[in-house]
């Protein structure tokens, strides 16, 4: 059975420091990544995602995640963190060709708390 | 853009009472899914469908049901609410195409006292 497991609960930083999210999975096959934020009060959207081609994926607000096959990682990265990147953060993973099965499979999230 | 909307940002029930969580989406999607949320849980699913008067149950579903009676319609009931319901509820709906990608409304925080 697949697995997400974000291996911090929570991750205090200063604003402008850099921050590395982590996030491995458990598959014995190919899998689709996510990356999900919720902000404070709001529901969840869609940070970035790995479907094929180039390991590196972006988001449009500086956040980065690798695709590591090996590793069975998918670590969000940014360089330099705002105040405003406060949330919580969830990593999701999906099966390649799972027919019916359209469930995605989720981490427990990682609390980013931004201090000035 | 795409929008779930959820009938509740807060609500507030007795234990024992019939409670009805209510969700519609504006982009014709096939998929829709109830979620609860809890602190140090994570989300979980709790029912999904995958088309009008179609279910699935998720890893959760004791003590809930569902109803998708339209397409963009997906109502989660609670049919005698319990103090152990007490959670944040998120719906959230997906393309079965390119259905990677799950929509989330902005959740029901649902006490029960």
């Given at each position: 059975a697949q697995s997400v497991t974000q291996l911090d609960s929570q991750v205090p930083v200063f604003e402008e420091a850099p921050v590395e999210l982590r996030c491995n999975y458990s598959s014995s096959v190919s899998v689709y990544l996510f990356w999900y934020v919720q902000y404070p009060n709001q529901g969840l959207q869609l940070l970035l995602k790995y479907l094929s081609g180039s390991t590196l994926v972006e988001s449009i607000n500086g956040f980065e995640a690798e695709f590591n096959k090996s590793q069975t990682s998918f670590h969000l990265r940014k360089p330099s963190v705002h105040i405003s990147d406060t949330a919580e953060y969830f990593c999701a993973v999906r099966v390649r060709g799972?027919?019916?099965?359209r469930k995605l499979i989720w981490g427990l999230g990682t609390s980013l708390a931004v201090n000035p | 853009d795409v929008k779930v909307t959820q009938s509740s940002r807060y609500l507030v029930k007795r234990t024992g009472e019939k409670v009805f969580l209510e969700c519609v989406q504006?982009?014709?999607?096939e998929n829709m899914f109830w979620y609860r949320q809890d602190p140090g849980l994570g989300l979980r699913l709790i029912y999904f469908s995958y088309d009008v008067k179609m279910k699935e149950k998720g890893d959760i579903p004791e003590g809930y049901s569902v109803s998708r009676e339209k397409k963009e319609r997906f109502s989660l009931i609670l049919e005698s609410a319990s103090t152990n319901q007490t959670s944040m509820y998120l719906c959230a709906s997906s393309y079965t195409g390119t259905n990677y990608e799950q929509y989330f409304g902005p959740g029901t925080r649902l006490t029960v006292t």
């Open positions: 799972a027919g019916n099965n | 504006d982009m014709d999607h």
